[in-house]
C-alpha cells in the first residue's frame, strides 16, 4: 500500500515509522532484524532504509603515493527493503539519491522496485562526497531531487528514457521528499528553501519528511508556513533522540539543526552516561507526545541501529 493512503485510512491518528540504515558491508542483514523486531509490536506500516552513495578513501600505494578509491561502504538498500517485506509483512520505503546514479542507473533501480512490488519511495539528492565541497551528480545523473522525482513521475506515466518504448508500464510509485524545517543548510534563506521544497511537490511527490529537530515549535511553524505556501501534502515529523554528549556538537554539525538550551543543559548537567541517555529520551517522549497531541500524520524514528532507546520512547508514547 502507498503510504499515503496509510495516512488517509489512519483519520488523524498518529501512525509510527522507523528508519533503518544497512549494516556496514560485511555485516549481516540480522543487525536490521535486531534493530527491528523488538520494535514491530508498534505496528509501523512502513518502515525507510536509506540510501548510501560511495565515498572517497585515500589508500597508500608501496611507491607512497596515495591512490583515491571509491567505497560503498552501506550498500543492499534494496535486498534489505525487500528482506523487511518478507519476514514483516510491512511495506518498505527504500530511499533513492541522486548522487552516484546516472538517469538509465534510476531508471533500472526502479524497474527492480517495481518488480518487487516496492511501491513507495523517498526520493533525494544526497550529500557531498567526503573531500568534495559540493554535492556533484554523477554525469547524466540529477543535479537536484525535485529532477529524481520527475523522472519517478515519467514512469508513473509510462514514459522511459528510451522514446522507442511505447505503452511502457505504468508504475505506480508513491514519492516522499525531505523537508527542513531549520532551512536546508544550503539555501539561501527560508523562503527560498520554501520555494524548492514546493517545486518537488507540484513537480508530483506526494508527502514530505522532515529533517530531525529538537524544538517543536520549529516544526508546527514549518508546517504553518507550508500550508501558507500551498504545499498540502501530509508532513511527517522525523524525529532522533540524543543519547550521548558527543551528539550535542555532532548533531548540529552534520544535521544542520539548533538543540534548544534546555536539552543541551538537561544532557550536559546529567552526572553518568544513563542519565544524560535519560534526559534525552524523556525530551524526545515530550516532543512526540506533543507532536501526537497536535495531530502529526506520523511519528518517523531515526533509529540509527538503537532499538533500545526508541522503544523506551515509543513505549511511553503509544
Ligand atoms: P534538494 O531538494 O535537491 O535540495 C538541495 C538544495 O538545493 C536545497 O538547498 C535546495 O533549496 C536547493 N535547490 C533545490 N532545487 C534547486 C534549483 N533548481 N536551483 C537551485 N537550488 C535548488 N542522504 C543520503 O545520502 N541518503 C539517505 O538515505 C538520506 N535520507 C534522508 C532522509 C530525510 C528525511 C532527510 C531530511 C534527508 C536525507 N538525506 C539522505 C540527506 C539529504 O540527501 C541531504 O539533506 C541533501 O543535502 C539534500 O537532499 P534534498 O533531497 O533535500 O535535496
Known amino acids: 500500500m502507498k503510504v499515503t493512503e496509510y495516512f488517509e485510512k489512519a483519520k488523524g491518528k498518529t501512525l509510527i515509522s522507523f528508519e533503518v540504515l544497512p549494516p556496514l558491508k560485511g555485516g549481516s542483514m540480522q543487525a536490521i532484524f535486531d534493530t527491528l523486531d523488538p520494535l514491530m509490536e508498534f505496528k509501523p506500516p512502513f518502515i525507510d532504509v536509506t540510501y548510501h552513495r560511495e565515498e572517497f578513501l585515500y589508500k597508500k600505494r608501496d611507491s607512497g603515493y596515495y591512490e583515491k578509491v571509491a567505497i560503498r561502504k552501506r550498500p543492499g538498500t534494496v535486498g534489505i527493503c525487500a528482506a523487511i517485506v518478507h519476514r514483516y509483512g510491512v511495506d518498505a520505503v527504500p530511499h533513492l539519491i541522486c548522487g552516484g546514479f546516472t538517469r538509465e542507473d534510476t531508471e533500472n533501480a526502479l524497474i527492480d522496485l517495481n518488480f518487487l512490488n516496492i511501491n513507495n519511495v523517498l526520493a533525494i539528492r544526497g550529500d557531498a562526497r567526503q573531500f568534495e565541497g559540493k554535492f556533484v551528480p554523477e554525469e547524466g545523473g540529477h543535479n537536484y531531487a525535485i529532477d529524481l522525482v520527475k523522472q519517478i513521475v515519467e514512469m508513473n506515466n509510462g514514459r522511459y528514457l ?28 527560508r523562503d527560498f528553501d520554501l520555494t524548492a521544497t514546493k517545486a518537488k511537490i507540484d513537480a508530483g511527490a506526494n508527502y514530505i519528511v522532515t529533517q530531525m529537530f529538537f524544538d517543536n515549535q520549529k516544526y508546527f511553524d514549518y508546517v504553518d508556513r507550508c500550508r501558507q505556501a500551498g504545499i498540502n501534502v501530509p508532513i511527517v515529523p522525523g524525529l532522533k533522540p540524543i543519547t550521548k554528549l558527543h551528539q550535542l556538537n555532532s548533531i548540529p554539525r552534520i544535521f544542520h539543526v539548533d538543540l534548544p538550551d534546555e536539552l543541551v543543559k538537561g544532557v550536559s548537567n546529567a552526572k553518568t552516561a544513563e542519565a544524560r541517555t535519560q534526559a534525552g529520551i524523556e525530551w524526545c517522549i515530550q516532543q512526540s507526545r506533543e507532536l501526537k497531541e497536535r495531530g502529526a500524520p506520523c511519528l518517523h524514528y531515526y533509529t540509527m541501529g538503537d532499538s533500545d532507546t526508541i522503544r523506551k520512547i515509543v513505549e511511553t508514547v503509544y
Do not use: W
Open 162 to 189: 528510451d522514446p522507442n518504448i511505447e505503452n511502457g508500464l505504468r508504475t505506480d510509485f508513491c514519492i516522499g521528499v525531505a523537508g527542513y524545517p531549520e532551512k536546508h543548510f544550503e539555501s539561501p534563506n
